[in-house]
């Protein structure tokens, strides 16, 4: 298997534009998880699928970011409008009975 | 969420064995004790994780005290590349949502 996919792996954009994140977890993968690490706040949960289904988005800092799963292979999340604030490595995971495997993440730049 | 205790940083001679500690006294009796690392410019990385009685893998051996409020990961014979932060995180058993900490970052010294 080629592990968890994350596209695109940089992200370079200016305050106001819309960002959109991909993921593709690996098959067989019931949950799926959207986490943000940053020096400051470390690695954070932003918000976690259970078979496609939003579990938790308690962490999804405002309504600007949103995330959606259409189907078992393709999760996307979403920032509009971006702002500086927003810059940091952005990881994917997906994991079956418990043990979680994480994409190489995207690192989001906003200008 | 239970917490978790973890000194920020240990070093250790290359192919010597490391113990990482993690105290976890507020520990559930279904929690999971589960231990991730991630290198530098990596995602986290699954190490191994267990409920109640020691375990081992490829990995690492996860040693996990009698009362449940302790554990220590286990590198039997670090290398270079096991330099990394290391997170022990509490897994209830009702859901695989998992908080992370700040975790042990471990120097090698070749």
């Known amino acids: 298997d080629a592990g968890v996919i994350q596209s695109p792996r940089h992200e370079v954009t200016e305050m106001g534009q819309e960002v959109t994140l991909r993921c593709k977890p690996i098959?067989?993968?019931?949950?799926l998880f959207w986490y943000r690490q940053t020096m400051m706040r470390g690695l954070e949960l932003l918000i976690y699928?259970?078979?496609?289904?939003?579990?938790?988005d308690s962490g999804m800092p405002e309504d600007r970011f949103s995330a959606k799963m259409p189907n078992a292979s393709f999760s996307t999340l979403k920032i509009q409008p971006s702002e500086p604030r927003d810059s940091a490595v952005y990881f994917c995971?997906?994991?079956?009975?418990?043990?979680?495997?994480f994409g190489p993440g995207t690192r989001l730049t906003v200008l | 969420d239970a917490k978790t205790t973890q000194p920020n940083s240990m070093e250790s001679n290359e192919e010597e064995p490391v113990h990482l500690p993690c105290n976890h006294s507020?520990?559930?009796?279904?929690?999971?004790i589960h231990w991730y690392r991630q290198l530098p410019s990596q995602g986290p990385e699954y190490v191994i994780h267990?409920?109640?009685s020691n375990v081992n893998n490829r990995m690492a051996s996860l040693a996990i005290a009698e009362d449940r409020k302790s554990s220590t990961l286990i590198l039997h014979r670090a290398t270079l590349r096991d330099a990394a932060v290391y997170y022990c995180?509490?897994?209830?058993?009702?859901?695989?949502?998992?908080?992370f900490g700040t975790g042990t970052r471990l120097a090698v010294r070749p």
């Open positions: 507020t520990i559930s009796g279904t929690d999971y």
């Open positions: 267990g409920l109640t």
């Open positions: 098959s067989g993968h019931d949950y």
């Open positions: 699928f259970n078979n496609n289904v939003p579990i938790d």
């Open positions: 995971a997906s994991s079956f009975e418990g043990a979680q495997y």
């Open positions: 995180i509490l897994r209830e058993s009702s859901g695989d949502k998992l908080t």
